[in-house]
Every structure is written in structure tokens, then in C-alpha cells.
């Protein structure tokens, strides 16, 4: 690294011109033929059991390819807790709220509200 | 679902399309148009990243239907900058300032603070906290951007920085 350069100035950053004309490229501006795309019910409340879920409605509206729930996605991921004291008690954390919500926007899967399911997007013309 | 029709300029060009009523006016100039600078964050009117201007006014995309566009004039941040590559000096002050890291945020802060000078070409530091509240920026800091601002006015207004 030649010290000269980048020692005691400023760099100007490579990424800033396409970032503010518009024409930077995230996740969401990638077209892949076939996506759909997700979305997930969010827990009201803080606390609470979930006592039942019925994702029929769900499952029906127009355009959902498929809804998920806890039943269905928990066994395939490891429990993504992120590792406390040792010994320390800590409460599981799965992919999708299962049995109970602990905070609010937890996601313990869908609903029988239609919003919740996924849908192929639109097509672009 | 219903589809109406609708005619609307963007960024100078005459465009009609037919799009389902419910389709809002950010995912209409993203997945219909391709124009993918207009970011979305919250898709509830909080964060400020899909701003477009709307007649000349800076307004929220994902607030709004596409079809109540019908025959007005939207500006996005394609249509606000140059189409040779190279920054406005309003761009060019975001960069010179530090105002932007990863970016998503930062075009919808280009185009409120554009739409902002435009009304207001000699603004108090309090004018632009003001005037870019409505806009959330998570990884740079406001102070960069609102410096960022300073400057634009400050050059357009002739006196150096």
C-alpha cells in the first residue's frame, strides 16, 4: 500500500456516484424468473400463546403458491439463538415463533389473512 | 382484479400502461417501469426512501395508487440526475460530505432535499432538519446529510463553502 495515496486524504468511494443517480443494485431490483415473493405474519402483541392457526384463507387467495408455518419450516433450521452466558438459561429461538410470541413483530407464521401468504410477482412488461 | 387504465409522465416521457387499481405508484415505476432507483423501506409512509415528485412536489410513492398519477407528471431520482453519468451538484455534494454509506436511503433524501432547495434556496440548519424529517436514514447519521444540503445551497447561491 503506497502510504501516499491513502494516508491523510480523503478517498472518494467508487459506489457513492451509482448509489446517488439511482442506479445502485439491491436485493429487490434483481429480477430472477420465477421468484415469488414472501410475506410474514407479525406477531400484535408482546406476549402470547398461539393457541391455533388456520392458514386455509391463506392458502386459497388468488396467486399464493405456498404458506409456511411453524410446523413446516422449524424442523429443517437449527434454533438461530445467538449463544448467551454459558450455563445461562436462554429461551429457544425458532426460525418461526412456535407455541408462543415473545415480542411484538415475532413471526409466528401465517394467518388466514391473504396478505400473509406468498404470490408470484407481477410480471414486469 | 380491475385494471384501469392510465397515462402518465415520468421523468419527461409520455407513458401509458394499464395496471390493477390497487397497484401503488412505487411499484409502479419500479416493476412496471424498471425504474429501480425509487427505493422502498417501510411501504407505510415513515422512512422517506420511495419520495418521488409529484407536479414539482415531493410526495411518498408508496402512499399513493399509481392510477392517482393519471396525467400528472412524476420525477423520479433517475429523471434528477444526469443521464451522461456524472453528479448534480446536489449529488455531488452528498458525496463530498459523507451524506450516504450503503445508499438505500439516499435517493429519496436527493429528491426531498431537491424539491426542499427549490422552494428554499437559503435554508437555516433548523429549515433542513425540518425539511428532511421526513426521511430516515439507519447507517450514515443526518449530520453528513444535512452538511450535504448546506453545501448544495450554498454553491448554487454562488458563495463557496
Known amino acids: 500500500m503506497t502510504a501516499g495515496r491513502f494516508m491523510g486524504q480523503a478517498?472518494?468511494?467508487?459506489?457513492?456516484?451509482?448509489?446517488?443517480?439511482?442506479?445502485?443494485?439491491?436485493?429487490?431490483?434483481?429480477?430472477?424468473?420465477?421468484?415469488?415473493?414472501?410475506?410474514?405474519?407479525?406477531?400484535?402483541?408482546?406476549?402470547g400463546r398461539i393457541v391455533r392457526l388456520d392458514a386455509e384463507a391463506?392458502?386459497?387467495?388468488?396467486?399464493?403458491?405456498?404458506?409456511?408455518?411453524?410446523?413446516?419450516?422449524?424442523?429443517?433450521?437449527?434454533?438461530?439463538?445467538?449463544?448467551?452466558?454459558?450455563?445461562?438459561?436462554?429461551?429457544p429461538k425458532?426460525?418461526?415463533?412456535?407455541?408462543?410470541?415473545?415480542?411484538?413483530?415475532?413471526?409466528?407464521?401465517?394467518?388466514?389473512?391473504?396478505?400473509?401468504?406468498?404470490?408470484?410477482?407481477?410480471?414486469?412488461? | 382484479m380491475r385494471e384501469i387504465a392510465l397515462t402518465v409522465t415520468v421523468n419527461g416521457e409520455r407513458v401509458s400502461r394499464?395496471?390493477?387499481?390497487?397497484?401503488?405508484?412505487?411499484?409502479?415505476?419500479?416493476?412496471?417501469?424498471s425504474l429501480t432507483g425509487t427505493h422502498l423501506g417501510c411501504e407505510h409512509g415513515v422512512c422517506g426512501a420511495c419520495t418521488v415528485l409529484l407536479n414539482g412536489d415531493a410526495v411518498r410513492s408508496c402512499l399513493m395508487f399509481a392510477v392517482q398519477a393519471d396525467g400528472a407528471e412524476v420525477t423520479t431520482i433517475e429523471g434528477l440526475s444526469e443521464r451522461a453519468g456524472g453528479l448534480t451538484p446536489l449529488q455531488a455534494a452528498f458525496q463530498s460530505e459523507h451524506a450516504l454509506q450503503c445508499g438505500y436511503c439516499t435517493t429519496g433524501f436527493v429528491v426531498s432535499a431537491h424539491a426542499f432547495l427549490a422552494e428554499c434556496p437559503t435554508p437555516s440548519d433548523e429549515e433542513i432538519r425540518d425539511a428532511l424529517s421526513g426521511n430516515l436514514c439507519r447507517c450514515t447519521g443526518y449530520q453528513g446529510i444535512i452538511a450535504a444540503v448546506k453545501r448544495a445551497a450554498s454553491a448554487d447561491n454562488g458563495s463557496s463553502s
Do not use: K, Q, W
Open chain 2, 18 to 33: 394499464t395496471v390493477e387499481a390497487r397497484r401503488t405508484l412505487a411499484d409502479f415505476l419500479r416493476d412496471d417501469l
Open chain 1, 11 to 47: 478517498v472518494a468511494r467508487t459506489e457513492d456516484p451509482r448509489l446517488l443517480t439511482g442506479r445502485g443494485r439491491y436485493i429487490a431490483d434483481v429480477v430472477v424468473g420465477g421468484a415469488s415473493d414472501a410475506a410474514f405474519l407479525r406477531s400484535e402483541v408482546a406476549r
Open chain 1, 94 to 125: 425458532y426460525c418461526l415463533a412456535e407455541n408462543d410470541v415473545r415480542y411484538m413483530s415475532a413471526t409466528p407464521s401465517p394467518s388466514s389473512s391473504p396478505r400473509i401468504a406468498t404470490s408470484p410477482r407481477t410480471p414486469s412488461s
Open chain 1, 58 to 91: 391463506a392458502r386459497s387467495a388468488p396467486g399464493v403458491r405456498a404458506v409456511y408455518t411453524a410446523a413446516d419450516l422449524n424442523p429443517l433450521v437449527h434454533d438461530t439463538s445467538v449463544a448467551g452466558l454459558p450455563d445461562a438459561p436462554y429461551p
